[in-house]
């Protein structure tokens, strides 16, 4: 499995009135992990883009276990879910830098849409499969 691990600290900017972060910040803390992992492994969204496609993210969840403050240190983890349909998978867990404790973990869906008329793509482009290829996947 393909997997990259960022760190963060959680900025005054991110916590509500109640001094917890705000839930919504969870979906943006998947998405730096997403860009991270598409940067590390060559699958970042310019990457897709020069491709001809986009890809748009069709379904996010997120488990909330427990609560971050203000300046806890915290480590993204984004892994890829390797899947026989055009679309991009991955899991995430959000842990406490200095408990190890798992904060909140989730899943994403991207599919897969021509850049120019953003029509769906029920295959795989070219490029993707060559991607899981020479990762091995």
Known sequence: MLTTQIEHTIRFSEVDPLGIVWHGHYIRFFEDGREAFGS????????????????????????????LEYRDNIVIETTYI?????????????FKTATKELIASGTSIQVFLDSQNRQLQLVSPDFYEAWKKQQSL
């Not at 590390?40 to 427990?66: E, R, T």
């Not at 390797?82 to 959000?94: E, G, L, M, Q, V």
């Open 82 to 94: 390797s899947h026989p349909a055009a679309k991009i998978i991955f899991n995430y867990k959000i």
């Open 40 to 67: 590390q492994h060559g699958l970042a969204y310019m990457d897709i883009y020069s491709q001809g496609f986009v890809a748009p993210v069709v379904n996010v969840n997120c488990d909330y276990k427990k609560s």
